[in-house]
């Protein structure tokens, strides 16, 4: 129960906001020929070069996981791997310039497959959202 005594509540609004925001990305995922992992892994590279173990962690899955995610999406020419500015034996992740042209169309699908979700928001309501969001991820990073 929450702190106001109701079942689920805001821990319960949270999760259906995940599962439809999930659904949404999922779609646009399949049809760029993508899992969801996959979109995931893109959109953190658009902005950061991470180690594989840093990338890992991000997605949650495990090293050797990291790796064939990887692998496939070289073969679609999209990343590579490079060695590490701060360690030689270390490797890091990088878009390629397709890859770079392949995530810039997914990044303006994936805020028009977003934005009907915040449509009834007020300016001020939106504002508020993105706070109290970022304080959760925040969180947890």
């Keep these: 129960m929450d702190p106001a005594g109701q079942q689920g509540g805001a821990a319960d609004e949270l999760a259906r906001v995940s599962f439809e925001v999930m659904g949404r990305l999922a779609r ?56 590490a500015t701060s360690d030689g034996r270390g490797v890091s992740v990088a878009l390629t310039p397709t890859g770079r042209k392949f995530v810039a169309p997914l990044e303006l699908r994936s805020n028009n497959a977003l934005e009907p979700l915040l449509a009834n928001l007020a300016p001020a309501e939106r504002q508020t959202l993105e706070r109290l969001l970022a304080q959760i991820t925040d969180q947890q990073r």
Excluded at 29 to 35: H, M, N, R, T, Y
Excluded at 37 to 47: E, N, V
């Design 28 to 83: 646009l995922a399949a049809e760029a020929d993508l899992s969801l992992t996959q979109l995931r892994m893109l959109a953190i590279l658009r902005d950061r070069r991470p180690r594989m173990a840093e990338l890992a962690a991000a997605l949650g899955i495990d090293r050797s996981s990291v790796s064939g995610l990887i692998g496939r999406a070289e073969q679609r020419g999209l990343v590579t791997r490079e060695a």
